[in-house]
């Protein structure tokens, strides 16, 4: 299988702390993978430099063999293939469900489809199919504010599956909610990644969910990868730092009181 | 209070004092003033007992053509300054757009709007277009800046997701920076308009069109009470714009911004 996401060396400025180890990160074409770390440990930053919303002061980054760049035509491509969701999820709180989903549509509308959201019949058949996938057809026409928090996520989630997306990049997106609602909401994703064989790459605050749901779950301390655990036969398949840190993470996860 | 913020007050107080000084404001004037008001007073009230229909007429067609004036001035220059206040909008454009163009905003702020109506007055003749190009040109500079700082204050994250899937500036403006500031720009069109009918009053003391014309033609023929007519025509006219602008804020404004536009299913 071909590596889609590579990234090699990330390092991104920073005067007090320099993550300038040099290393080789491997994200493999339709696996779904899970990142943990303790806080801070640029997780957040990992992401945002596989969509190009950051660019490394040294080392190089390559997404489907391209240097993400957000102003870089030939990346502008790839971008409005990969599902984005952040923390904060970065819906429109004053549009409806429907607008909100149709914005991973936008990039293959022409000009007037999408100054008067006259959306084309395909593209609506694709947002019910998506909407009824996450369970809010029927909503489409809701103010976003006007849903719970489990419900904005499926909004989220389906504005990213509405992308036709390759690679699917969701920073902490269960972390607010109950362990319940998490569960849903986790196997919604699965179920999708599953269907479109995407690349997932998850950042998870909880291992639990993490070694629940995804194939492989990679541990990230000061901007890299320190080991990746294979969760089919629960082996411990890269470990590429030894040192007594990455003990402590572990440690840290194996204790439910932190 | 700190020394410094004492002295400073005391600053603003003896500039009061020697600028008043300077004009000659005489606060006697003002007293022995007063019985005026009780004449001026008795003349409208027996002036306007006998308004002739001749001036009812009259107040109502410059008073109506005060109000679309005042509409059609607000309309275009709100049309205007929207896509400027998008290229004046920091989290919009790069630095080289944003600053020119907020330069420019300022400068076309600058003017009270009677002076544009003098300026407009001379380049293109007396009468109610260069009322309404006076008033196009106050509003495109008032409510652009207004614009900009409410799409400057739009959440980030929204927009930052909306770039990294893709979406192109126009996309983005569509879908987020409208959606999301639409009460404010409503409720921007509302003030301006209500603001737009008083000062689109007056411009007719330049010549400028509208039922200014009458009160200055009146003070200038000493006819205090008719002037007192047209001036209680314009006071009763802006309560009622004003009430309905209140209403309609009500209605649509405050609503959207508070979220308590729920459906229950
Ligand atoms: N590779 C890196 N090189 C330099 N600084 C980094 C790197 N990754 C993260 N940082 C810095 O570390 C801090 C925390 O990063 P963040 O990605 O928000 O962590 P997390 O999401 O794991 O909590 C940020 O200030 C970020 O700039
Ligand atoms: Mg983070």
């Not at chain 2, 005042?70 to 790069?94: C, D, E, H, Q």
């Not at chain 2, 997701?161 to 999301?180: D, M, N, Y």
């Not at chain 2, 804020?249 to 459906?263: E, P």
Request: with cysteine; hydrophobic share 45%.
């Amino acid at each position: 299988m071909v590596p889609v996401l590579k990234t090699l060396v990330i390092m991104i400025s920073s005067k007090r702390r320099s993550h300038a180890q040099r290393h080789l990160n491997t994200f493999k074409a339709g696996i779904n993978y899970a990142i943990v770390g303790l806080s801070g440990s640029g997780k957040s930053t990992l992401l945002k430099l596989m969509n190009g919303m950051m660019v490394p002061s040294r080392g190089t980054v390559l997404v489907e063999d391209c240097k993400p760049d957000q102003r870089d035509r030939q990346f502008q491509k790839i971008m409005s293939r990969i599902g984005y969701i952040p923390q904060s999820l970065g819906l429109v709180r004053n549009s409806t469900v429907l607008d909100n989903v149709m914005m991973g549509a936008l990039p293959r509308m022409r000009l007037m489809q999408f100054l008067l959201k006259r959306y084309s019949e395909e593209d609506l058949e694709e947002a019910r199919r998506v909407l009824d996938k996450v369970g809010l057809l029927g909503k489409e026409d809701r103010k976003t504010y006007m849903l719970s928090g489990g419900e904005k996520r499926r909004v989220a989630i389906a504005r990213a599956f509405m992308q036709g997306p390759r690679i699917l990049l969701a920073d902490e997106i269960v972390s607010e909610l109950d362990g319940t609602t998490s569960r849903e909401i986790m196997n919604l994703v699965a179920d999708m990644q599953k269907d479109t064989r995407l690349t997932a790459v998850m950042i998870h605050h909880d291992i639990r969910l993490a070694l629940e749901f995804a194939d492989r779950v990679a541990v990230i301390q000061e901007g890299r990868r320190v080991m990746e655990l294979g969760v089919d036969n629960d082996t411990i398949l890269d470990f590429q730092s030894g040192d007594s840190t990455t003990q402590e993470i572990l440690e840290m996860y194996d204790d439910p009181k932190e | 209070m700190t020394p410094k913020s004492n002295l400073v007050i005391g600053m603003i107080g003896a500039l009061v004092v020697a600028g008043s000084w300077h004009i000659e404001a005489n606060p006697g004037e003002f007293v022995d003033g007063l019985p005026n008001l009780w004449l001026l007073g008795g003349e409208v009230v027996a002036e306007l007992a006998e308004v002739e229909y001749r001036m009812v007429d009259r107040a109502f067609w410059s008073m109506l053509e005060t109000i679309l004036m005042a509409f059609i001035g607000t309309m275009v220059g709100y049309a205007l300054a929207f896509p400027m206040s998008l290229l004046a909008s920091r989290n919009l454009t790069s630095k080289w757009v944003y600053a020119p163009m907020r330069g420019i905003l300022a400068a076309v702020r600058t003017f009270p709007s009677i002076m544009w109506a003098l300026l407009f007055v001379i380049m293109v003749g007396p009468g109610p277009f260069a009322g309404v190009l006076a008033i196009t040109m106050y509003t495109l500079g008032f409510v652009a800046k207004l614009q900009y700082e409410s799409m400057e204050t739009i959440d980030a994250d929204p927009m930052d997701a909306a770039s990294s899937i893709g979406l192109s500036k126009l996309q983005i403006v569509r879908f987020v920076v409208v959606p999301e500031s639409a009460s404010h720009l409503l409720g921007h069109l509302l003030y301006m308009f209500d603001y737009n009918v008083r000062q689109t009053s007056i411009l007719g003391l330049v010549g400028a069109g509208g039922i200014g014309f009458y009160i200055i033609t009146h003070i200038k023929f000493i006819q205090y009470g008719k002037t007192a007519f047209f001036m209680l025509v314009v006071l009763i006219t802006v309560l009622i714009v004003d009430w309905v602008s209140v209403k309609l804020r009500d209605r649509y404004v405050i609503k959207s911004q508070r979220g308590v536009v729920a459906d229950v299913p």
